[in-house]
């Protein structure tokens, strides 16, 4: 059955505008699939990743060192995506809300200084008012 569960080949265009929800979905299947084998050590993780990604997004994590350096969350890109975030036409309020909730999930929020939330609040700022949608991610 694991076969059946292992994820395709991952390979997308970093800025394509469905990149983000492609690797989220793909992550989430990668992750399943390794639940499902017993006792894998950090080392083959890794290989098993490398052998899942197009030689394309493979360069991105060429040097990391462990399973778990290789598939970070950018918080800075989790907190634009959740700054900018707008209701749609239709959306209710009750829906929008909960779509905040999940954005929110990968921003990595702890209690903090008020310099240290300043400090953020222009980081989140900058990244937002950024024109190149490139440079953001």
Known sequence: MDKYLRPQVFGVK???SESLKIWLHWKRALLSYLRRIEDVADEVKLDILVSLLDTSVCMYIADCPTFE???PINEVFARHKLNTCRQEMGE???EYFQRLKKLSANCNFMAVSAVQSRNASIRDAFITGLCSSYIRQ
């Open 69 to 71: 350096a290789a598939i």
């Open 14 to 16: 970093v800025d394509s």
């Open 92 to 94: 209710s309020l009750e």
